[in-house]
Structures are given as structure tokens and as C-alpha cells.
T-cell receptor, first 115, second 114 residues
Framework: NAGVMQNPRHLVRRRGQEARLRCSPM?????VYWYRQLPEEGLKFMVY????????ESGMPKERFSAEFPKEGPSILRIQQVVRGDSAAYFC?????????????FGPGTRLTVL | AQTVTQSQPEMSVQEAETVTLSCTYD???????LFWYKQPPSRQMILVIR??????QNATENRFSVNFQKAAKSFSLKISDSQLGDAAMYFC???????????FGTGTSLTVIP
């Protein structure tokens, strides 16, 4: 049973480019969460999605950031016109569709570096 | 908003000894979940242990145990018989009833001395 998959593991972009981060939740999970970890800090919540719906985006920056979780395929976190301050590790987590949603299972993260 | 505080940025322990990592949190909710996650140099977040607030009994997973003091809003992690592979960042996390998001502390970096 594969865990949460994220790709790419490392992503390098130049300022002004777009970054697309992908997350495939664990099998049977339809809740996806995105977190950002800046250097020397803990993880900070960005957005919570279920299939085709954004449930809570209270942690998302108002501009340049968007997320989706389509009916088919992985969840995508998209950052447009990246700036150096976007350099961070981005983690995706998932939880089951039914039953316990208290525990979130994390992927290995994508480390974004903006040059 | 819920906050999670880890007041020990760094800790060290001798191999085979016991170490306790501290965590306090602030919430107005009566039911919630608490977690400790381990983040080794690979940066993968690994669940170490979880505690349900309505359970008075402290959770235990092999060499890992917690001291959950609900009234004091304290949730410390004890690692017994420390091993070199325990060296990592440890994050305390809170998840409320809505379950929308985890609130993480800033982490404690644990070094295990051979």
C-alpha cells in the first residue's frame, strides 16, 4: 500500500517562473492538505481539499498560489511568478474519506528552490 | 487560534539514555488530538505517536511514550533507550475537532551521542 506520493522531490525555478507541485494521496484517501515549511520553522497549513472542492484555504497567500484536487489525478499546488521567498519545503498530507480523519499521513515533500 | 509551543530548540541525549521533549499548547476546545512527528534529514514526516484528548491514559509506542497533562495543556514525549536513529527534528502537532489542519510547533532538534 503506497504512501502519499509527491513529485518532484526537488524543483528549481528562476524568479518569475511557475512551479507545479503534485501530490497523490494514499489509496482510499480523498482528503488532501498542503503545508509549507520555511527553513528552521515548523509546518504551516496552507489549504485543505476534497475531490473537486477547496474546503479551507485560510493559509494560502492571496496572490500567486492556487490548489486543486480534480476528480481524476493528483492534487496540484501551483505557484505563479515565483519569488525567492517561496523557497521552502512543501508537504502534502492525506486522510481517509470515511472514518477517522484525525491522523494525516505525510508525503516526503517537495523542496522548491527559487534562484 | 490554536498555538503549539516547543521551548527546546535543541536537545541531546547519550545513546541508551532517556530524554524528554516538551510541548505545550493553547486551545479552547475540549476534544482534540495531539501528535509527535519525527523529521529525519530526509525531511520525511514520520508519525511517532498520537494521543486523543478524551483518553486519560498516556499513549505508548515501544520506546516512545507521552505525558499528557490536559489541565496544564502539556504534551511531552519521552524516548527511552535512545538510539542513533532517533536523531531528528521532532515536531509536536495539534488537530482540533474540525480536522481541517494541523498546528505545528517549531520543532526540537534531537542529537544522540554515541
Amino acid at each position: 500500500n503506497a504512501g502519499v506520493m509527491q513529485n518532484p522531490r526537488h524543483l528549481v525555478r528562476r524568479r518569475g517562473q511557475e512551479a507545479r507541485l503534485r501530490c497523490s494521496p494514499m489509496k482510499g484517501h480523498s482528503h488532501v492538505y498542503w503545508y509549507r515549511q520555511l527553513p528552521e520553522e515548523g509546518l504551516k497549513f496552507m489549504v485543505y481539499l476534497q475531490k473537486e472542492n477547496i474546503i479551507d484555504e485560510s493559509g494560502m497567500p492571496k496572490e500567486r498560489f492556487s490548489a486543486e484536487f480534480p476528480k481524476e489525478g493528483p492534487s496540484i499546488l501551483r505557484i505563479q511568478q515565483v519569488v525567492r521567498g517561496d523557497s521552502a519545503a512543501y508537504f502534502c498530507a492525506s486522510s481517509p474519506a470515511r472514518g477517522r480523519t484525525d491522523t494525516q499521513y505525510f508525503g516526503p515533500g517537495t523542496r522548491l528552490t527559487v534562484l | 487560534a490554536q498555538t503549539v509551543t516547543q521551548s527546546q530548540p535543541e536537545m541531546s541525549v547519550q545513546e541508551a539514555e532517556t530524554v524528554t521533549l516538551s510541548c505545550t499548547y493553547d486551545t479552547s476546545e475540549s476534544d482534540y488530538y495531539l501528535f509527535w512527528y519525527k523529521q529525519p534529514p530526509s525531511r520525511q514526516m514520520i508519525l511517532v505517536i498520537r494521543q486523543e484528548a478524551y483518553k486519560q491514559q498516556n499513549a505508548t509506542e515501544n520506546r516512545f511514550s507521552v505525558n499528557f497533562q490536559k489541565a496544564a495543556k502539556s504534551f511531552s514525549l519521552k524516548i527511552s533507550d535512545s538510539q542513533l536513529g532517533d536523531a531528528a527534528m521532532y515536531f509536536c502537532a495539534y488537530n482540533g475537532l474540525r480536522g481541517n489542519q494541523f498546528y505545528f510547533g517549531t520543532g526540537t532538534s534531537l542529537t544522540v551521542i554515541p
